[in-house]
């Protein structure tokens, strides 16, 4: 049934993606299968590995050994026919996930190359202003016909009783959540410790009210006063909050006020409006979601979409193209020896204002889906970047902290060795930000996961990742002791200093080979 609907190319993405998941399910299963009698496969072959090479031309064995040969021969066949069968429905069922995949792909470039009526032509504008209308007059509707069938004289105590706890919380948290965390984790300390409750400090500036935002959704929802269109509008609050909290937040970390320079160690006249320019297009990205949500549940979305979404992505192009000019500065050069040179956020400086310029170009000419599958991509990949140069920033400075060193040493293997890690990591984030469907990126990793066959041999990568884990615990290893010998052991000895740091570097090498 699969291969047939594959092989008419004529399927909804919905249905692809229903027979896409069983396939999937019956693939694990085989690859499950295909170890199937394995252990014995092996105990067979060494029987016949034991008995001997076949005799060659012209020479011959004892008969008991040729029918028990064949005997085996004849085990090993039977034993090993349930793992080939397996291997072949494998191999079947991945050919037909990547077909799956390859007309999903197609379906989804279709959609986004797909033209709607230009916004530019004044003809558009009236049904769509008349459906944004019967929306909200909808919406209205829809509250008071819930008002009045949930009156507060309704008997539904525990409900009520559930809004009010919700909205209680969500109303202390705004309210007293931020003194309340000082009052029970103070910033009085000192050392590495420092620098950890000023990072929970500064994550807890963004969690208590993305907390809060979610407990006054979840109140508000409880009360069930809201009809159809007011409910999908309200299951994005959640998210579009969270957009709006989590981007003000890296705003105030790179752009901060002060004499701080901030990661991208600008001057006080390019973070100031900076840290605006970022707040101000954090809440349009923020809100963009919940309006667009609204926009399609009315009546001719695609079409009242495509007009009035096209003051948005004209505003949040304005606005990305001037934060991408403000990123294109150089560094202050006041930023003491740690001063970058600046070139790479030139480069992206450069990028986003092509973004910013191409954007309200293809959505006047009706491809409003490519430009919202360029602009909100690139805005989230910038929130992205910053927190990875955020927790880079934070690793360095505490692998200063630990192993002492100074403050131009920034670039130790740890703190490289953590910059890639988090650049890994961020990998299957951008591609689900970049449109990759989860099921596709699930497949790349499955892919990946089964290692790269050479002969008889199969390389996995977890005998690479095992690798890195061991290397990495031995080199934190060396490290703390290599500390430990240059603070507190070596000074107490009677040897010179040149003599204490050889004997340092000489441990350090050796733990570096020891960790290899």
Do not use: C
Not at 138 to 158: C, K, Q, V, Y
Not at 330 to 347: K, Y
Not at 376 to 397: D, N
Request: net charge negative.
């Amino acid at each position: 049934r699969t291969e047939m609907l594959l092989l008419r190319n004529q399927a909804r993405p919905f249905a692809i993606e229903r027979q896409r998941a069983e396939i999937a399910a019956w693939r694990d299963i085989f690859a499950d299968a295909m170890g199937e009698n394995s252990d014995r496969l092996e105990t067979v072959a060494s029987q016949i590995a034991a008995l001997g090479p076949l005799p060659a031309d012209g020479e011959t064995e004892a008969s008991a050994i040729t029918e028990r040969r064949e005997a085996l021969i004849d085990q090993r066949d039977t034993l090993a026919a349930p793992g080939l069968l397996a291997a072949e429905a494998h191999a079947r069922a991945s050919g037909m996930i990547r077909e799956a995949e390859t007309q999903l792909r197609d379906r989804q470039n279709e959609t986004l190359m797909a033209a709607s009526p230009t916004p530019l032509n004044p003809a558009n504008w009236p049904p769509a202003i008349s459906q944004l209308w019967t929306g909200i007059t909808e919406i209205g509707a829809e509250f008071s016909a819930g008002l009045a069938a949930n009156s507060p004289t309704a008997d539904d105590t525990r409900r009520l009783s559930e809004a009010i706890l919700a909205l209680g919380a969500a109303l202390f948290l705004f309210v007293r959540g931020r003194s309340a965390w000082r009052r029970f984790f103070p910033r009085d300390h000192e050392g590495a410790s420092q620098e950890v409750y000023r990072f929970l400090d500064t994550v807890a500036e963004a969690l208590i009210p993305l907390i809060g935002l979610v407990a006054l959704t979840y109140g508000i929802a409880t009360l069930d006063i809201f009809g159809r269109l007011a409910e999908a509008v309200l299951a994005t609050v959640p998210m579009a909050g969270g957009i709006i909290i989590l981007s003000g937040w890296l705003g105030r970390q790179f752009f901060p006020s002060g004499d701080n320079f901030g990661p991208l160690q600008f001057d006080a006249a390019v973070r100031v409006p900076a840290q605006r320019v970022a707040l101000l297009l954090a809440w349009l990205t923020g809100l963009s979601l919940p309006f667009d949500v609204f926009l399609s549940t009315v009546e001719n979305a695609n079409d009242t979409i495509s007009v009035l979404n096209f003051p948005v992505i004209i505003v949040l192009s304005v606005v990305l193209f001037r934060l991408a000019t403000l990123l294109r500065h150089a560094p202050s050069e006041d930023a003491g020896p740690t001063r970058s040179l600046g070139r790479t956020r030139r480069v992206i400086g450069r990028l986003v204002q092509g973004v910013a310029l191409v954007s309200p170009v293809l959505a006047a000419t009706g491809y409003l889906t490519a430009a919202e599958h360029l602009v909100f991509p690139t805005i989230l990949t910038l929130g992205v970047l910053g927190v990875l140069i955020y927790l880079q920033a934070l690793t360095a400075r505490l692998h200063e902290m630990i192993f002492g060193q100074t403050e131009n040493d920034n670039y130790g293997l740890i703190p490289v060795f953590t910059g890639f890690v988090l650049l890994l990591l961020s990998g299957p984030i951008l591609a689900l930000i970049w449109g990759v469907r989860t099921d596709e990126l699930i497949e790349y990793w499955v892919r990946f996961t089964e290692g790269v066959q050479f002969g008889e041999t199969r390389i996995s990568p977890s005998d690479f990742m095992w690798f890195i884990v061991i290397f990495t615990v031995g080199y934190l290893l060396t490290q703390f002791v290599k500390s430990t010998l240059k603070m507190s052991v070596l000074p107490r000895t009677k040897l010179d200093l040149g003599a204490q740091n050889a004997i340092v570097a000489g441990f350090g090498y050796v733990g570096v080979f020891l960790a290899g």
